[in-house]
């Protein structure tokens, strides 16, 4: 069966909206929560320019005020949009848009995350295929060795996700810190590798996401990503399906506001 050639992908219009991601919109449509002029739609399912989506009986609207930020995320803060957790990253930094993550730092991690209400940019960022970079300074509680760097850079089995890391950047900064640059996204990932290695990890803090640095941005704080930062976004993901051509249109300040 063809589609009609203006029909879009409900979970990508859910998206589109900024109300949530791709992927958490197929949670709400399994749950039944969506419908589409008032009829419950399933995955797969398919909308029409003019066509109205509740979730859960709210109207999802096109979402023309796309917000891009780059947070300082502080240690005890969680990367979660449930409202119910508390310490959530959404209320901490209490923007007036429905903004969510792109990826996750863990709870005891702190530095650079990138928030957005933006769902399809988020789903290019987040493909694994794409090998985006992103940066770290661990600190370890004991002598940084040359065999320790050797295997961090050059994969650590990590038996429990049932998976060995890809090969990746491993630095010696100091006698305990390290400079690590990943291309995957696994579970505690560092934390694991350096569990392997019998080593624990003192302090995480996460510098960079592909063009996007923390800088001396100061930790609890955010800033809107400039627009350098949204145009090497854009390039980085240009050659995935659907994706996001409304970044170039839009205007940005730059400003740094507290949360």
């Not at 995320?73 to 903004?99: L, M, W």
């Amino acid at each position: 069966m063809t589609n009609h050639p203006d029909s879009t992908r409900l979970n990508k219009a859910i998206s589109d909206s900024g109300y949530c991601s791709r992927r958490q919109a197929d949670v709400l449509i399994e749950k039944g929560k969506v419908t589409v002029n008032g009829v419950p739609q399933t995955l797969g399912d398919r909308v029409m320019p003019g066509d109205e989506i509740h979730v859960d009986g709210k109207l999802i609207t096109e979402n023309n005020n796309l917000v891009y930020i780059a947070l300082n995320k502080p240690v005890g803060i969680t990367c979660t949009t449930d409202k119910r957790v508390d310490g959530n990253v959404v209320d901490f930094i209490g923007h007036k848009e429905r903004i969510f993550h792109v990826g996750r730092l863990d709870k005891p991690s702190e530095g650079l995350l990138i928030m957005t209400n933006d769902g399809d940019i988020v789903n290019k960022i987040l493909r694994a295929g794409n090998k985006h970079e992103k940066e770290y300074i661990v600190r370890v509680d004991r002598p940084i060795t040359d065999d320790f760097i050797y295997k961090m850079s050059n994969g650590v089995p990590l038996n429990e996700l049932e998976v060995t890391t890809k090969k990746c950047e491993v630095e010696r900064l100091s006698r305990f810190v390290f400079k690590i640059i990943l291309v995957q996204g696994l579970n505690r990932q560092i934390r694991r590798m350096c569990e392997y290695l019998e080593y624990e990890v003192v302090s995480l803090k996460r510098i960079r996401i592909m063009n996007v640095s923390l800088g001396d941005l100061p930790v609890g704080k955010w800033r809107d990503l400039t627009i350098k930062e949204l145009e090497g976004l854009r390039s980085s993901v240009v050659s995935s399906d659907n994706a996001p051509a409304a970044v170039k249109d839009l205007k940005f300040t730059g400003r740094r506001r507290r949360p």
